[in-house]
């Protein structure tokens, strides 16, 4: 049992998250618009004006070499106009990265570079098992974006107190979550789960996140959770995996509940590895 004195009070936690940038919440909502065909552009530019810092960087990414582009554009209009609908959601989803995750988390011994490079693998990873599935990829991106958001908003917690912890330095996510347990009283998944609740995100979101220390156990949203658990997996993985290694319980009941068949995993690895190699040569220009 945590003591009294290290217990995180979540509704002190949502408090103390009021700080936090506010470009994860833009972000689900342009990725709502997108989606629409019938969106203007003009709309989805007052939105992104809305954040002065995001706007900022978009135009960076959109100036830049990685575009091919000659003439330097000044306003977010002639920017999103310039790449596309088709690769406004990959450079939104790469600039919120950098806007609110490249951070680092001193409580988990975690820089600013492993941080951000996770919250991106398994966006990534969730985005490449969606579209291997044949299902809309943008809640299980969004979700997988945004999977690592209480460790965040706990280590902000404790700044704001005055307070230096630190936990368990882990590559195992369980670890770190029963870690986190004895720690606090409350898992960094719980406290993600909890802000996103409070920043009245859907439910599909949110409640696959909350589900991730018990996956198979999962009574609501069952092929969300499922993607989120192979999409942790496969982040973690990709860029050491072990053809030969045996696959763990959650990982089974996730190609399991996706339909997913085992020997499509390595082509799976392969995708995902490709996409966030993509991501990262976008993010190199925001650093």
């Known amino acids: 049992m945590p003591s009294e004195e290290n217990q ?3 509704p002190l936690l949502l408090e103390f998250s009021s700080n936090l940038p506010a470009s994860p919440r833009i972000f689900a909502r342009l990725s709502k618009l997108i989606e629409n065909e019938d969106t203007g552009l003009d709309y989805v530019a007052s939105i992104v004006k809305m954040d002065p810092g995001l706007a900022a960087h978009i135009l960076r990414v959109t100036n830049s070499a990685y575009y ?3 003439i330097k554009l000044n306003d977010i209009e002639s920017a999103i106009a310039r790449i596309g609908f088709n690769e406004v959601h990959k450079v939104l989803s790469v600039v919120i990265a950098h806007e609110s995750f490249y951070q680092a988390l001193p409580v988990f011994g975690v820089t600013a570079t492993e941080y951000a490079d996770d919250c991106i693998a398994v966006a ?3 985005e490449v098992i969606s579209m291997r599935i044949g299902t809309d990829m943008n809640a299980p991106y969004i979700t997988g974006l945004l999977h690592g958001l209480g460790k965040l908003a706990i280590n902000l ?6 307070k230096t912890f630190h936990l368990i330095e882990t590559k195992s996510r369980e670890a770190l979550h029963r870690a986190e347990l004895n720690a606090f009283g409350i898992t960094s998944l719980t ?6 609740k409070h920043w009245q995100f859907e439910s599909e979101i949110w409640i696959p996140i909350k589900q991730q220390r018990d996956p198979n156990r999962a009574s609501n949203y069952i092929r969300q959770t499922a993607i989120l658990t192979a999409a942790l997996w496969g982040a973690d993985n990709f860029k050491d995996f072990d053809s030969e290694a045996k696959l763990p319980k959650n990982l089974t009941w996730a190609l ?3 339909n997913i068949d085992r020997i499509d ?3 799976l690895i392969d995708d ?6 993509d991501r990262q040569n976008l993010f190199s220009m925001l650093i």
């Open 8 to 10: 995180i009070s979540v």
């Open 68 to 70: 091919g582009c000659a």
């Open 124 to 126: 990534v990873a969730s």
């Open 157 to 162: 917690y404790l700044e704001k107190l005055g």
């Open 191 to 196: 406290a993600g789960s909890e802000l996103l």
């Open 256 to 258: 399991k509940e996706l």
């Open 265 to 267: 995993v390595p082509s």
């Open 272 to 277: 995902i590895r490709f996409e966030f190699n």
